[in-house]
């Protein structure tokens, strides 16, 4: 996963755990606890959206670099 979604993506928790290959029910529980956070929205019955947080944010909540494609040294 490239990490290049942008705000509003459709997310799919099926297919999400047949990329990550695990079940889907950890993905939905993740989808959830991201949504109380405000990283994604959920609209019942299944829609998922990513949210509008910026990297800036992930960044100064982790603080992880920003991961930039090359490698370190």
Same mark, same amino acid.
């Not at 994604?40 to 998922?48: F, G, S």
């Not at 960044?59 to 920003?66: E, M």
């Given at each position: 996963?490239?990490?290049?979604?942008?705000?509003?993506?459709?997310?799919?928790?099926?297919? $999400?755990?047949?990329?990550?290959? /695990?079940?889907?029910? %950890?993905?939905? #529980?993740?989808? +959830?606890? $991201?949504?109380?956070?405000g990283? /994604?929205?959920?609209? %019942?019955?299944? #829609?998922?959206? +990513?949210?509008?947080?910026?990297?800036q944010?992930?960044?100064?909540?982790?603080?992880?670099?920003?991961?930039?494609?090359?490698?370190?040294t």
């Open positions: 996963m490239s990490g290049g979604l942008g705000a509003g993506t459709h997310l799919n928790a099926e297919n $999400l755990a047949r990329k990550l290959g /695990v079940s889907h029910i %950890p993905v939905r #529980a993740a989808l +959830r606890s $991201l949504d109380a956070d990283w /994604v929205t959920i609209r %019942p019955p299944q #829609a998922v959206f +990513r949210g509008m947080r910026r990297e944010e992930l960044v100064g909540l982790f603080g992880a670099p920003r991961r930039t494609g090359g490698a370190t």
